[in-house]
Every structure is written in structure tokens, then in C-alpha cells.
């Protein structure tokens, strides 16, 4: 297993690893994300290989929300459903971990969605505590 920066030429592993997660998107809207985030030195995204193949990703990212002090977020996380439980979500969020300790972050939060007992379990096995349970509301903005 390796665990590096992710790349342009990972899109398509991406998007299919995505699509596991629950999210499918074309490859196109998929590329222009991953740049974005590459382009922003406020984020990283991490890569999981296994015998040369792309098996899972992290997007991590620094928040600075007025309301509180700097803190790392994972913005999504997902692992090949075939190569679970073999410690590629654990070196992913570690690699999470260390560039946020980089920056000088002192905290990493993670949301996940209520109906996903088994991720819940993950995050808390690597020492992630229940903070608080919220109900996410979303609006179409003009012009979008």
C-alpha cells in the first residue's frame, strides 16, 4: 500500500470510487473539482494504492470559521467496498492527520451521514468523538 498527493490522471479512479460512495459524477465535473482542489493550498487529497491501483481518497481541508479557532475537516473519504478492513481508511485519515498537524491544526472533524453505522464505528475506532448530531438543509442558489 501507498499512500500519496492525488493526480489529474486519478480522475477516472476517482469518479468510480465515488460513485461507491454514493455520488456518481461525470468525469469532466469530476477533473474540474480535483484540480481546484489541488490549485488550493487549503486543501489536499490523498490517495490509497494497492498494487498500482487507486483503491481509495480523502479530501481534507482547513476551515477557519469565524465562530471557532483553525481546524482540519475530511470532506469525503471512501475505500474500494472489495479491500475494506485492510487499514487503507486508517493510512488515509493519518495522512489527513499529518498535513493538518503541518499546518498547525490542532483538531480534524468529520461529518457522516446518520445511516452509516459502519463508518461511525471506523471514525470512532480511530479516536473521533460524537460532538453533536445536526440536520443539514440545503437551497438552490440564484443564477446556479
Not at 460513485?19 to 459524477?25: H, R, V
Not at 490509497?48 to 469565524?66: K, N, Q, S, Y
Not at 498547525?104 to 471514525?123: K, N, Q
Request: net charge positive.
Amino acid at each position: 500500500m501507498q499512500v500519496r498527493s492525488a493526480r489529474l490522471d486519478d480522475v477516472p479512479e476517482l469518479a468510480r470510487l465515488t460513485t461507491e460512495l454514493g455520488y456518481p459524477s461525470p468525469l469532466a465535473d469530476l477533473e474540474g473539482r480535483l484540480a481546484a482542489a489541488l490549485d488550493d493550498p487549503g486543501r489536499a487529497v490523498f490517495v490509497a494504492e494497492v498494487g498500482g491501483r487507486v483503491a481509495g481518497w480523502i479530501d481534507v481541508a482547513e476551515r477557519r470559521p469565524l465562530q471557532e479557532g483553525r481546524s482540519a475537516e475530511i470532506g469525503g473519504l471512501v475505500v474500494a467496498a472489495d479491500l475494506h478492513r485492510i487499514g487503507l481508511g486508517r493510512a488515509l485519515v493519518a495522512a489527513a492527520e499529518q498535513w493538518a498537524a503541518g499546518r498547525g491544526l490542532a483538531s480534524m472533524t468529520v461529518r457522516s451521514r446518520s445511516t452509516r453505522a459502519g463508518a461511525h464505528a471506523f471514525y470512532r475506532g480511530l479516536g473521533f468523538e460524537d460532538v453533536k448530531t445536526s440536520l443539514v438543509f440545503r437551497k438552490p442558489v440564484d443564477g446556479r
